[in-house]
Each structure stands twice: as C-alpha cells, then as structure tokens.
C-alpha cells in the first residue's frame, strides 16, 4: 500500500481552494470558513506526528476542517441556548390555506441542486489537482475567476498564445477526467 | 465556423465537449481563495514551523 507524506509548505498552494469550497457551502459565511482554514492548518501541523500515511494528505485536512466544523456548530448552539423553531403563524401574506402554504414542496429540487452542484465543484476541483499544478493556477485565475487575458499573463509571464494553449490543455485534461469520474 | 463544424466531426465532438465542461464549471459556482488569504495562511503555517524548529 502507498504511504503519503506530508508537505506543509504546499497545503496553501495545493489545498486551500479545496478546502474553502468544502467549508463555504458548510458554514455559508466567508470570515468563517477562513478561520476554519486557517485552524485547520495548524491543527494539522500541531497533528502531524499523528499522520500515518495512510490517507492523502489532502484527505486527511479534510477530515480535520470537518472536525473543526462540527466544532463551530457546537460553539454556537451552546452561545444561543437551545435551538428554537419559531414558525410564524400570524404572517398577514399568508392568510387562508395557511397549513398548505407550509408543506414542503415535493417538486423543489434546490436543495439537491444545490448539493449537487457542490459535489461538482469538489470533482472539478479534484481533477484539476491531477494536472500540472502551472496549468491548474492558470486555468483557475483565468475561467474560475474570470481575469483578464493582459492580467493572467502578466502575472505567469508567458504570452497569450502561450496562454491559450495552456487553457486548452487543461480544458482537454478536465473534460477526460470529468468524464471519468463524474458521468 | 459554424460552416466547418457542420462538415467536420472531430471539431464538432470537441465543441460539443467544450460547451458541456463551460456549462459544468458555471453549474459548479466554484470559488477560490484570494492571494492575501492564502498569503496570511501561509504565513502562519511558516510561523508555526518555525516555532516547532527553535
């Protein structure tokens, strides 16, 4: 069985996109889900003698920010008490058939859109970590935040066409590995 | 182009694979992390190594 290793020094530049993807959807707050990060990385450098290689490296922070997930949740239900379901009866819009307007519609999908969505996020993520990590960056900055051709190449110092060729690599290397794992 | 991909298949299996993963990645609403969060992070795991070394 392959054993990994860790490499503190790459978390950042391998990891943390994954892992702030993972923690967004969770905690739905931005602050939060760096701090999350952030205690996940030191947690994971305080645990590293713990680390049997076992797992992947990126497996195993994983495994760690869902701990300090759960963490947060506790923190806060213990600061508001015990949780509360108020439903609002006395809402003026909603006067007439109020026990129907309450019933969850069985044909609204957006929750399972939703998790759906964030599991393809996690895959694309995931096949993008198997390519060459230059092209990732460049492929990231340039179709996931949408930068500017004239900023993506200032920053790589390579050359638009270069640039393109690039993109399209990884393009072609996503869509194998999508297909393979997603479809 | 529209011309050459109705006559060239290989172009045409590409396009079609292309528009797919474009649909994909905006269906995903993927995000990443800034330079100065990844930055700051970095910067505290350096902190941390370094505090384990001396």
Known sequence: MPTHKLDPTKW???????LFNYAIVRVNDREVANDLISETFLAGLNSKDNFEGRATERTWLISILKR??????????????????RINYSDSENNGDWMEEQVADAFDRTAEDEMENNELGMAILECLDQINEKHAAIFKMKTIDEADTEAVCKEFNISP????????RARTALAACLEKNWF | MLMHLLLCKPCRKYTSKNTKLTHLIKKSKLKTCSEKEKKAWKNSIEKEMAKGES
Not at chain 1, 68 to 85: C, F, H, L, M, T
């Open chain 1, 68 to 85: 300090k997930i759960i963490d947060y949740y506790r923190k806060i239900n213990s600061i508001k008490g015990q949780a509360e379901v």
């Open chain 1, 161 to 168: 066409s270069n640039l393109w060729v690039i993109i399209h």
């Open chain 1, 12 to 18: 950042v530049d391998k990891y943390s996109d994954y």
